[in-house]
T-cell receptor, first 113, second 117 residues
Framework: NAGVMQNPRHLVRRRGQEARLRCSPM?????VYWYRQLPEEGLKFMVY????????ESGMPKERFSAEFPKEGPSILRIQQVVRGDSAAYFC???????????FGQGTRLTVV | AQTVTQSQPEMSAQEAETVTLSCTYD???????LFWYKQPPSRQMILVIR??????QNATENRFSVNFQKAAKSFSLKISDSQLGDTAMYFC??????????????FGKGTHLIIQP
């Protein structure tokens, strides 16, 4: 059973470009969480999704950020018009049901130049 | 809203020593989970140990154990017989029992543990 797969591992974008981060949850997991880790900080919750539904996006910036988890395919975290402050590691975690242990991917390190 | 505080940004110890990492949290919830995660240089987040708030017995996982004091809202991690491979960032995390609101984890800022030979 493969773990949570995130790609790419590293992503470099120029200011103003779009960044698309992908997360394939573990097999059988229908709950996906996205977190952001700034340098020297812990992870901060961004959004919680189930298949085709956003359950909680209270941690997402109101502008430029969006997330989806379609019926087929990976979950996508999309950042439009990236700025230097978006540089961070973005982690995805999945769980088989609400409130159970979440398994993390290895993260995508986004660098905005 | 919940907060998690780790007051030790960095700690070091000699191999084979016992190390204790501290964590306190603040919440008005009665039912919740607490976790310790390890993040080595590879950046992978690895679950070390988990505690359900309704359980009085402290969780134990091989060399890792916790001291959970619910009234004091304290959740420290003890690593016995520390090994070089224990060198990593350690994050304490809180999660509400589902029933409403965000189901994500709330993390502390982490403690960088260095085990020296």
């Amino acid at each position: 059973n493969a773990g949570v797969m995130q790609n790419p591992r590293h992503l470099v974008r120029r200011r103003g470009q779009e960044a698309r981060l992908r997360c394939s949850p573990m097999k059988g997991h229908s709950h996906v969480y996205w977190y952001r880790q700034l340098p020297e900080e812990g992870l901060k919750f961004m959004v919680y999704l189930q298949k085709e539904n956003i359950i909680d996006e209270s941690g997402m910036p109101k502008e430029r950020f969006s997330a989806e988890f379609p019926k087929e395919g990976p979950s996508i975290l999309r950042i439009q018009q990236v700025v230097r402050g978006d540089s961070a590691a973005y982690f995805c975690a999945s769980s088989p049901k609400q409130g159970t242990e979440a398994f993390f991917g290895q993260g995508t390190r986004l660098t905005v130049v | 809203a919940q907060t998690v505080t780790q007051s030790q940004p960095e700690m070091s110890a000699q191999e084979a020593e016992t190390v204790t990492l501290s964590c306190t949290y603040d919440t008005s919830e009665n039912n919740y989970y607490l976790f310790w995660y390890k993040q080595p240089p590879s950046r992978q987040m690895i679950l070390v140990i988990r505690q359900e708030a309704y359980k009085q017995q402290n969780a134990t996982e091989n060399r890792f154990s916790v001291n959970f004091q619910k009234a004091a809202k304290s959740f420290s991690l003890k690593i016995s017989d520390s090994q070089l491979g224990d060198t990593a960032m350690y994050f304490c995390a809180f999660m509400k029992v589902p029933g409403g609101g965000a189901d994500g984890l709330t993390f502390g800022k982490g403690t960088h543990l260095i085990i020296q030979p």
